[in-house]
């Protein structure tokens, strides 16, 4: 019997804190081991939209907006919207004055539809379909990253005026990152290899295409990095390519993409991306390799996705069953899953799961909590503290689900993407709404 199972007080009063870093800033416990967060009752969101539902931090989506313009206020940044793009998202980012890049025609509709300003977005992709180009082209956006000899060409066809462009260099920099997202490595299908002189070539035939208009460079070597030295050896060798196209050709680039991949805190104790230490050290590195070559240092643009809006967001679910599988572990299955939260199936990604809405004093005991589908992987959460008590019915709150969840949902077993319900000073509103059998029934044309 634990200590705090003998004093319940001590229990209570080590279970009412918040591990600090991974819950929207301001998030407090209210009566009866509520959550609350931008002022709003979670257990009342669940009440009123149900579960599964991700809720988002308004306040905090536009904190670490600020956050890096204060940090970063020579460079350009832009939100890499894969990590989450929403209507609400899209005009959040646009009103705190960031830069978007977006991957696809479907992104870029969403920007669009919020009127994000044209010269601000950059689109991406290893391999844009003509769809992309086009919507592209037709809505005149900024900056187009080419990614493939083949691209370069179908854009060029396509441009009616010179489109401004960036070649993606693989700058051959091991971020030290999950392989799934580590993409400045050689064997990759994202960029042209610098090693190779792709890149060098890409850059030739780019300059070789009348409706294109070289504007600079981009790399990104993965995401969910931590340390700066990556990031540091990719824009030193970057700066070594903008030096050899002046030689080469005569020209100076005015623009340097480093990407995004800042890392974020999924669980208590894990360390913050050190984003004054980041700032200082790539201006240093470009600052140094430029001066050595007589460059003019260029504009910094960087991408961060997941550490804008990461711990945002807040998965909430109910448990609907719990089962012990005796000598082996207890499992507490819930009405979500994979299907709403993939990163723990496709990188064994860690969260912090707790229970919320009702008060317990029971012992924490050790449980893994899984999703309804029908994987045995299916897991939300392995090896970790929830009360000993904890039932069917009981909702959980597992933090830092803003970033790569509700971007990454299927409907997989056709049990409907959740909602996203947006909080700010008190108030919540639906941004997405939840996807039902009638939106399923609807696609299905029999
Ligand atoms: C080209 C590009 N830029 C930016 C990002 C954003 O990455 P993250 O969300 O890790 O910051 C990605 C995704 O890894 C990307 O592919
Ligand atoms: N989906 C990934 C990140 C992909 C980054 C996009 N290039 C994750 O959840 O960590």
């Known amino acids: 019997m634990t200590l705090e199972y003998l004093i319940p007080s001590l229990h209570r009063s080590l279970r009412s804190h918040l591990e600090p870093g991974i819950w929207p800033a301001g998030t407090e416990l209210g009566p009866d081991n509520d959550l609350v967060v931008g002022g709003v009752s979670l257990r009342r969101v669940a ?14 989506v536009r904190q670490r907006c600020r956050d890096y313009r204060a940090a970063l206020p020579d460079m350009e940044i ?17 009103e705190e004055g960031l830069s978007l890049d977006v991957c696809s025609a479907g992104e870029l509709a969403v920007a669009r539809a919020v009127d994000f300003p044209a010269e601000r977005i950059i689109l991406h992709g290893n391999a844009k379909t003509p769809e992309d180009l086009k919507a592209a082209v037709g809505y005149g956006v900024g900056r187009v990253v080419l990614d493939s000899f083949d691209e370069i060409e179908q854009l060029g066809a396509l441009a009616r005026y010179p489109q401004q462009v960036l070649v993606r260099v693989t700058p051959g920099v091991d971020g030290h990152t999950h392989k799934a997202i580590a993409t400045g490595v050689e064997d990759q299908k994202f960029g042209f290899s610098l090693a190779s002189g792709a890149a060098a ?7 070789g295409q009348p409706n294109l208009h070289l504007a600079g460079l981009h790399c990104h070597i993965g995401s969910q990095i931590g340390r700066v030295a990556g990031f540091e050896l990719a824009a030193r060798r970057m700066v070594g390519l903008l030096a050899a196209i002046r030689d080469e050709h005569g020209i100076v680039l005015p623009q340097l993409n480093i990407g995004g991949g800042h ?16 700032a200082a050290r790539i201006r240093c590195a470009v600052n140094y390799e430029c001066s050595a070559r007589a460059l003019p240092v260029p504009r910094l643009v960087v991408e961060p996705g997941r550490s804008l809006v990461a711990r945002a967001g807040v998965t909430l679910y109910r448990v609907v069953v719990v089962k012990d599988v005796p000598g082996v572990r207890t499992f507490v299955a819930v009405d979500g899953g994979m299907s709403d939260n993939l990163r723990p199936s496709l990188y064994g990604s860690r ?17 893994t909590v899984v999703g309804r589908h029908c994987e045995a992987g299916d897991i939300i959460a392995k090896d970790v503290q929830l009360p000993g008590d ?3 019915g009981d909702l959980l709150a597992v933090p830092c689900s803003g970033a790569y969840h509700h971007s990454l949902a299927s409907n997989y077993n056709l049990v409907g993407r959740p909602p996203v319900i947006a909080v700010a000073d008190g108030r919540y509103r639906p941004v997405i709404r939840r996807e039902t059998d009638e939106d399923v029934l609807a696609r299905d044309l029999g």
């Open 47 to 60: 009440a009123d939209f149900g579960t599964p539902s991700y809720v988002l931090d308004e306040a905090q």
């Open 78 to 94: 832009a939100y890499a919207s894969k990590a989450l793009l929403t209507k609400a998202v899209a005009r959040w980012v646009r």
């Open 201 to 207: 070539e890409a850059v030739r035939r780019v300059l």
């Open 263 to 278: 890392a974020v805190a999924y669980l208590p104790g894990e360390e913050e991306f050190d984003l004054q230490g980041f």
């Open 351 to 367: 969260y912090a799961v707790r229970m919320f809405g009702r008060p317990s004093l029971a012992a924490p005991r050790t449980v």
């Open 390 to 392: 904890i039932h069917s």
